[in-house]
């Protein structure tokens, strides 16, 4: 099990990339913002590589597949373009997403159920590549018991109604959505993550959640990283992953 205390951070740099491409410029690079936050203890880089290159871009992945000393992930649609992709780069993980091109961010989990046959062939020929696959999910029970009968090695929780509840009651009844998620997840074998709209305020509830063994988070660090640098906002996420403030 895990816990506050050992759950991993995963660090998402696709928004450093974000500012650059606003400009269409060589800086900010999201490879020495990946460096930086390797610096300051972060236990992997996540990046998210959407078929209309709005961030990140090719050339990105290619040096991060090099430079990265932790845990490369790589977050894609699950098409024959990032398929193939995927299997020439060969990243530590690969997460199946759902993508619309109109949306600003992921917008809900991947489809699971509804999708079994198709990404039952997607998993196993990444599996053949070695690679690890994650699903990002809703905390439905039904697409939890799916990603295990596709064979996912993990799943990602999507925590952004719990981030975004305007109540307590509201957060509440979204945390135990993503407590009873996590608990079936793990006594059916699959390693669990979590992410979407965590921040140093909600981080904690999540990260003491036994079941969880990692959160991604992104725009809350990056957004911080503006202010005090990359290092510190990693640093200060492990702080409140902690509860230390």
Do not use: W
């Not at 005090?228 to 902690?242: F, N």
């Amino acid at each position: 099990m895990s816990g506050a205390n050992n759950t991993r951070l995963g660090v998402n740099v696709d928004h450093v990339a974000t500012v650059r491409q606003a400009r269409v410029a060589r800086i900010p690079d999201p490879v020495e913002a990946a460096f930086l936050a390797e610096a300051a203890g972060c236990d992997g880089i996540t990046i998210h590589l959407r078929e209309d290159r709005r961030h990140i871009q090719e050339r990105d992945l290619h040096i991060l597949r090099r430079t990265v000393k932790t845990r490369l992930n790589l977050e894609m649609a699950s098409t024959q373009e990032m398929v193939k992709i995927a299997l020439d780069v060969k990243p530590d993980v690969i997460t199946l997403v759902p993508e619309r091109r109109e949306e600003l961010t992921t917008e809900g989990g991947l489809e699971v159920a509804m999708n079994m046959e198709y990404l039952k062939k997607v998993i196993r020929l990444l599996k053949d590549a070695e690679i690890r696959t994650s699903l990002f999910v809703d905390p439905d029970l039904e697409q939890v018991k799916a990603s295990h009968r596709v064979g996912a090695d993990i799943i990602e929780i999507h925590t952004g109604k719990f981030a975004d509840a305007k109540t307590r009651e509201e957060a509440e009844k979204e945390f135990e959505k993503i407590l009873n998620a996590a608990k079936v997840a793990r006594k059916l074998g699959i390693e669990v993550a979590a992410g979407h709209g965590l921040d140093y305020r909600n981080v904690k509830a999540i990260t003491d959640i036994p079941e969880i063994q990692e959160v991604n988070i992104g725009h809350s660090i990056v957004a911080r990283a503006v202010l005090v640098g990359m290092e510190r906002a990693v640093r200060e996420m492990r702080m409140a992953m902690r509860g230390i403030s």
